[in-house]
């Protein structure tokens, strides 16, 4: 019976790490078929109604430079680690551009976790705030 109780305790042990590996070890996708003849642009947004109203004028944005609209991924308020979204929008080499719609505050956050990853494309900022917006930043 002791053996028996042990063989199948490492069996579930087995099983699970199995299960956790090969959940770990591909990056969700959001289920996009990426032409490799296309450029994408994917988006990290603040979850706020200003961020989603944001989204919506580059994702018009990015349609009118030529690009296909790639992963899009929402962030809470008060998120700290910003590496596994950037990862699943930055997994195919066909996303070239990435929208960062993020609160003023976060934009630095977000840079640390970029310098973090493997992406070799580009980073476009659009800081929002609540109370005014999407805020114009002067060259």
């Keep these: 019976m002791n053996l028996r109780k042990s063989t199948y305790i490492v069996l579930v ?40 109203s944001s989204l919506e004028t580059m994702r018009a944005r990015s349609t009118g430079e030529g690009l296909e609209i790639g992963p899009i991924e929402y962030y809470a308020t008060g998120t700290k680690d910003f590496e596994p979204a950037l990862k699943k929008l930055t997994v195919s080499k066909q996303v070239t551009v990435v929208w960062i719609i993020a609160s003023l505050w976060d934009i630095n956050t977000i840079k640390d976790s970029m310098s973090k990853i493997e992406y070799k494309g580009a980073y476009r900022y659009v800081p929002i705030s609540d109370q005014t917006g999407a805020i114009k930043i002067q060259p």
């Design 13 to 52: 042990i087995a099983v699970a790490l199995a299960a956790g590996l090969s959940a770990c070890s591909k990056l969700a996708d959001q289920g996009i078929n990426y032409d490799p003849a296309k450029n994408y642009a994917s988006f990290l947004v603040l979850n706020t109604d200003v961020g989603k």
